[in-house]
């Protein structure tokens, strides 16, 4: 997406009220309410971890984006969420919820990512412990009963679909991990890639490995070394999926 916030096609100048699902720490919705001053914005998520300095058009709430939306029907232009990927269990009732949310003509954007990290030059085999990350993630998703397998159930499409949304629209990108794109962007953009899945390895086995109660604390630190040996190696030009997708709302709706 490069430097861009959104790929939907907002009318700035009837853009009135945006909707942040998902906000997590607020860059994404401080960033939005700074390029448009007019827009009234909310951002919502269950943690309360947003900065309490923000933009005057920005109002942070806390608020469960998997029970039923308390926000006036018809309310909202333009609805995003993102990188919600296992933490949702019912995407097409998610997907409704903002439908309902929108004013007719008005656009939800999602933006989700694949915890599989692959290759297309074979420097990533199945059989690597970054070649099994994806896997990790998807047994852990499986007991949970909220899918990591976003982009592969094609979950963001079809829910749209069953929404009601028309004109859907998707944008799909490889996001490398690591300095070996020869890219200077996709390079810089590796780079921190890597340096942040290094610093979150642990956090994320233990957390999964946990979930699935099958795995010692031993095995837990073995597999994160082996991935973090694998990582800083060079040696393997992976990559994750990302994918965006949009759609309208009808400007006529049925009665």
């Not at 030059?121 to 990790?136: C, H, I, N, R």
């Not at 929404?163 to 944008?171: M, R």
């Amino acid at each position: 997406m490069g430097d861009k916030l959104h790929l939907a096609p907002l009318d700035k100048g009837k853009l009135n009220k945006a909707l942040d699902i998902g906000t997590g720490t607020g860059i994404w919705a401080i960033d939005f309410a700074d390029e448009n001053p007019e827009c009234e914005v909310i951002g919502t998520d269950i943690s309360p971890i947003q900065p309490s300095w923000v933009p005057p058009n920005l109002k942070f709430e806390i608020d469960d984006c998997t029970r039923e939306w308390t926000f006036e029907p018809e309310s909202f232009d333009y609805v995003h969420i993102r990188f919600l990927v296992g933490s949702i269990a019912d995407w097409p009732a998610l997907f409704k919820q903002a439908y309902r949310a929108l004013k007719p003509g008005g656009y939800l954007e999602s933006f989700e990512v694949s915890p599989a990290i692959m290759s297309d030059d074979g420097t990533v085999p199945e059989t690597s412990a970054l070649g099994q990350w994806g896997k990790f993630f998807e047994e852990g998703g499986r007991k949970m009963g909220r899918t990591f397998r976003v982009l592969d159930e094609n979950l963001q499409r079809t829910s749209m679909e069953d929404a009601g949304f028309e004109s859907i629209t998707e944008w799909n990108n490889k996001a490398p991990i690591g300095n070996w794109p020869k890219d200077e962007v996709k390079k810089e953009i590796g780079e921190w890639a890597q340096l942040t899945l290094l610093s979150d390895i642990e956090g994320y086995v233990l957390f999964m490995a946990n979930v699935m109660s099958t795995w010692s604390r031993e095995e837990i630190h073995i597999y994160a070394a082996q991935l973090r040996r694998e990582i800083r190696s060079g040696k393997l030009h992976g990559y994750y999926r990302q994918r965006a997708v949009w759609g309208q709302k009808p400007l006529k709706t049925e009665a």
